[in-house]
């Protein structure tokens, strides 16, 4: 993919990542009727694909069940393991152990 074009010749976003991309750049594209779950609204739909994306999608389209179970797995694992983290409180720290008060101590 060129790094830089004209931006006339930029006329779609790629529906994985969000990039501008030109005609001569969509790789894949999806079209037909869609429903969203959420607001029970429906309609057409056209989504166009970057070439990353696109062998991106066609990879996730071919993954076996068993192989997406266990990578959602470690995925919320991982997401759990990151808010532990996140929200750990942290340790209290001594007087003792910084290094400005250091020489103080020395000298009492």
């Given at each position: 993919?060129p790094e830089?074009?004209e931006?006339d010749?930029l006329r779609?976003?790629?529906?994985g990542?969000?990039?501008?991309?030109?005609?001569?750049?969509?790789?894949?594209e999806?079209?037909?009727?869609?429903?969203?779950?959420?607001t029970?609204?429906?309609?057409?739909a056209?989504?166009?694909?970057?070439?990353?994306c696109?062998?991106?999608?066609?990879?996730n389209?071919?993954?076996?069940?068993?192989?997406?179970?266990d990578?959602?797995r470690?995925?919320?694992?991982?997401d759990?393991?990151q808010?532990?983290?996140?929200?750990?409180e942290?340790e209290?720290e001594t007087?003792?152990h910084?290094?400005?008060?250091?020489m103080?101590?020395e000298?009492?």
């Amino acid at each position: 993919m060129p790094e830089v074009m004209e931006v006339d010749d930029l006329r779609w976003v790629c529906a994985g990542c969000g990039i501008a991309i030109s005609n001569l750049e969509i790789s894949g594209e999806v079209y037909g009727q869609y429903i969203e779950y959420m607001t029970h609204g429906r309609g057409e739909a056209n989504f166009v694909y970057c070439p990353d994306c696109w062998e991106s999608l066609k990879e996730n389209l071919g993954t076996d069940i068993r192989i997406a179970i266990d990578r959602r797995r470690r995925i919320i694992e991982d997401d759990e393991k990151q808010r532990r983290d996140t929200y750990r409180e942290p340790e209290k720290e001594t007087t003792r152990h910084l290094g400005v008060n250091r020489m103080e101590e020395e000298e009492s």
